[in-house]
């Protein structure tokens, strides 16, 4: 699959000359799934294939037509073009050369012909829609997220996750168009090569972990001392105060291969109390530089949340009218980036609430070494700290595998009455189910647009339970710039701010009314009632 995206990517630079930059850790598995979107009825809420964009740049900036926010990210642009060059000369996904009406003009290719530079359904090179080949693409509707999709169809797109540095929130991603980035700032080549540094496998669904490393959750003694008959060695044991148990990293033999090791541990010891220590991702991104002076004006909840994300940069003026409590779980300090702050700043809303002071607990998981960050281990010790200081609800946009461990830390908070939101994810609509928001008992949220349609790459499932604008929204990054910004991640924290503002603590009654209340408030979209695109419905200010 690689070398069918490099040859693709390679004939579109002789074609278009674009310049696309990737930001969406897909597992290995699930980058080829789905195929095209042209049977589903334009299911993924409005994409503009066949809309003929002919009305200019109505809001002056020179990305196209009707582009909410002018952010140009992914399928949100309901004029069609995505050509941040000026006016509409990518017509409607027609590829470079001129617009030539809709649909095949001279110069731009046939939206269906399969002309190289510009079509829309077959995969050539330079300007597929619905192929996730690399060049000049849309990226798929369906296909999961296979490397190749930058909307902006040459230019720098800004998009960007957290690329390792202390201060990512401004940094223009415009590096070497031949180079693919994951949310980490990293070619697909570096990271496997740091991977093989840092001793981090992938497991049998391309889910990344720490090799001869498992998690497990209250093993008795007798287990303990059968697993050390055979081989396996403790590297930490933590009591949990919240989760209640015990949370214990395990190292296998060395002569012993980890799926080996894995069963070993789960025919001595409960299967679902089990997992290989997997490294979870922020859940992907895109952003760019906004053009607007401040945020729209928004209102504190008033309430107690939780985060587990990256860290936060604390010290920025957005964040004065709050309370802060941070702290870090894979290093002895948190390290503000983008994520983190960005999705802080949409919980934490721009002013006071006069009803109440708003208090943010943060949890950095990714600050520190490069090969435990994001581990289930620290996501697990960060559920239990923030269990702990009594918030009611915890939002975590994270994305990765079904993790056995993980999944019963969660789910003993739950049964608290502690209510978990998390983004629905970033894969694409033909992509497997992320965890932990398509655990039944956490809050799946997706993300729509400006008129309410699905973000082109949100992952679709029974596992969706509400929509919110996560689509050119306005946060901050890590140094306080303002940015468009575009994800599931930015609309899983509406949710959550919403579902806090109706709780004081914890209290599983009070968490199941919460959500009824919300499913009944939503705004129905999609299909009449309750659906995988759209889940519920639209939360938000103005649905």
């Known amino acids: 699959m690689q070398i069918r995206i490099i040859v693709a990517y390679l004939l579109m630079l002789g074609m278009v000359g674009g310049t696309i930059i990737m930001a969406w850790p897909v597992p290995l598995a699930a980058q080829d799934a789905g195929g095209d979107d042209d049977d589903d009825d334009d299911d993924d809420g409005g994409d503009p294939d066949d809309q003929d964009p002919g009305e200019g740049d109505p809001d002056g900036d020179d990305l196209g037509d009707d582009d909410p926010g002018g952010d140009d990210l992914g399928d949100d642009d309901p004029g069609g073009d995505d050509d941040p060059g000026g006016g509409d000369d990518a017509g409607d996904d027609d590829g470079a050369g001129g617009d030539g009406g809709d649909d095949g003009g001279a110069g731009g290719g046939d939206d269906d012909d399969g002309a190289a530079g510009g079509n829309d359904d077959d995969g050539a090179a330079g300007g597929d829609d619905d192929d996730g080949a690399a060049g000049g693409n849309d990226g798929d509707d369906d296909d999961g997220g296979t490397a190749g999709g930058d909307d902006d169809g040459g230019g720098n797109d800004d998009i960007t996750d957290d690329r390792g540095d202390t201060d990512d929130g401004g940094d223009d991603l415009d590096d070497d168009p031949g180079q693919w980035l994951l949310t980490s700032g990293e070619t697909e080549a570096e990271r496997a090569a740091l991977d093989e540094r840092d001793r981090i496998d992938t497991d049998g669904d391309g889910f990344r972990y720490r090799r001869g490393e498992f998690i497990a959750l209250d093993l008795t003694s007798g287990d303990l001392a059968e697993l050390k008959t055979g081989g396996f060695t403790v590297v930490e044991s933590t009591r949990l105060a919240s989760v209640d148990g015990t949370l214990l990293l395990l190292r296998g033999p060395a002569q012993m291969s980890d799926q080996a090791a894995l069963d070993a541990l789960e025919a001595i010891a409960d299967p679902d109390t089990i997992g290989y220590n997997h490294l979870f991702d922020s859940s992907a991104v895109q952003t760019k530089r906004s053009k607007q002076g401040s945020p729209p004006q928004r209102i504190a909840c008033g309430c107690q949340i939780g985060l587990i994300d990256t860290g936060i940069a604390t010290d920025l003026a957005y964040f004065k009218h709050v309370t802060l409590s941070q702290r870090a779980f894979n290093s002895k300090a948190a390290e503000p980036r983008l994520h983190g702050t960005a999705v802080a700043h949409l919980m934490a809303g721009t002013k006071a609430n006069p009803a109440a002071r708003t208090k943010l607990f943060v949890a950095d998981i990714f600050a520190g070494p490069r090969e435990t960050a994001g581990s289930s281990l620290a996501l697990i010790k960060a559920l239990d700290w923030l269990a702990a200081q009594g918030v009611p609800v915890i939002n975590i946009s994270l994305s990765g595998p079904r993790n056995p461990t993980v999944a019963g830390a969660i789910a003993r908070i739950n049964k608290r009455g502690h209510v978990i939101v998390a983004a629905a994810g970033n894969d694409g ?44 929204v306005a946060a901050i990054d890590a140094k306080g710039l303002l940015r468009d910004a575009t994800g599931t991640s930015f609309a899983a924290p509406v949710v959550a701010a919403r579902l806090a503002s109706q709780m004081t603590k914890p209290d599983p009654a009070a968490a199941r009314r919460v959500i009824r209340a919300l499913e009944t408030e939503a705004r129905d979209l999609g299909a009449r009632g309750r659906d995988p695109i759209y889940g519920a419905g639209l939360v938000g200010a103005d649905q």
Not at 448 to 458: I, K, S
């Open 429 to 472: 609509p033909a992509a497997p189910p992320v965890f932990p928001g398509a655990y039944d008992n956490v809050v799946g949220v997706t993300a729509v647009d400006a008129q309410n349609r699905v973000y082109r790459y949100a992952n679709r499932g029974e596992h969706v339970d509400f929509s919110a604008r996560g689509v050119a």
